[in-house]
């Protein structure tokens, strides 16, 4: 009689599943709802709230005590009104267009490669091409940053006695030698995405693809690629989203050029109105707008991959 009940509690008449949910599960998931609310809902809740408000000076002159008055949207209509601000979300969406495709094809290739080779080789290659995401943004950057300063890089002088004089950290190059230096820091991360990925496709579709005489080529373009693409989806949003908050390469190459300014990309733009303009408030106005451009774009891009999943079946 107990096993009936407990059955009767946890399946719905029919066979099928009941859409209550178990308890067990929600235990489960408790400790990250409690870290997710603390580690982004509650830094984001506060962003919006200091957003809407302003310093409002008093006395003569407004030279009296300062206090916070709410200010509603005049922020948000300050930032968007910076042509600064908006020209750098017009140069790391440029910078997105063109990096992101590189970098992911570039990783794409890499882990296809190393796919193919033997366990020893596969293994010291891997670990190569990993090595530079173990290296930070900043260090990364001020190692780049001596190879493209004229009068230190040994590249530059090189290229200068092949009669080529490239200016690397001049206007129309700077946004390239930065998506340089984020290549070189996330091709390796995105290739092990990639592997794990290719790991986990049964070892029988590659016999039965031997069987029916596919060749490398074909086994990687028919098999291989098509059941990878969970993890071109994920590494595609991660760029998405590591592409708008582009930071510490612009803000570690800005002493070597006066091309990259304060407002380079919208989170230093950020940066500078809250730690050097001491403007918190216009800061958390564009850093909400940022999340918001971040959100849309990334559910966008998921949108349009499962639309044509669904469309597909």
Do not use: C
């Not at 708008?244 to 990309?265: C, D, G, H, R, W």
């Amino acid at each position: 009689m107990s096993t009936t009940s407990n059955r009767t509690t946890t399946s719905a008449p029919g066979g099928r599943r009941s859409a209550r949910p178990d308890r067990a599960a929600w235990g489960f998931l408790l400790p990250f709802v409690a870290l997710f609310l603390f580690t982004f809902v509650l830094p984001l809740g506060y962003a919006v709230y200091q957003s809407l408000l302003t310093p409002v000076r008093s006395g003569p002159l407004g030279l009296g005590p300062a206090t916070l008055g709410f200010a509603g949207l005049d922020n948000y209509t300050l930032a968007l009104r910076q042509s600064a601000f908006l020209e750098s979300f017009a140069r790391v969406l440029l910078f997105g267009l063109v990096q992101i495709p590189v970098m992911l094809l570039l990783s794409t290739g890499l882990a296809l490669a190393l796919d193919t080779l033997s366990h020893r080789w596969a293994g010291i290659m891997r670990a190569a091409y990993f090595l530079p995401y173990g290296v930070p943004g900043v260090i990364a950057s001020i190692l780049w940053g001596f190879l493209y300063v004229p009068g230190v890089s040994p590249v530059v002088e090189l290229l200068g006695k092949a009669g080529l004089a490239p200016d690397f950290l001049g206007y129309d190059n700077v946004l390239w030698s930065i998506a340089n230096i984020v290549i070189w820091e996330f091709a390796g991360y995105n290739m092990l995405v990639i592997v794990a990925q290719l790991k986990a496709i049964p070892q029988e579709l590659y016999e039965a693809a031997r069987i029916d005489g596919a060749s490398p080529w074909q086994t990687a373009i028919r098999i291989k690629l098509p059941l990878a693409r969970p993890a071109l989806v994920l590494t595609g949003v991660f760029s998405i989203i590591g592409t708008l908050q582009l930071f510490a390469e612009p803000l570690v190459i800005k002493p070597l050029t006066s091309t990259v300014t304060n407002s380079y990309t919208p989170n230093l733009s950020a940066y500078n109105e809250a730690f050097a303009n001491n403007n918190i408030y216009l800061a958390a106005a564009e850093s909400v707008l940022l999340a918001l451009v971040a959100s849309v774009l990334s559910f966008g891009f998921l949108s349009l991959v499962n639309r044509k999943e669904r469309d597909a079946r």
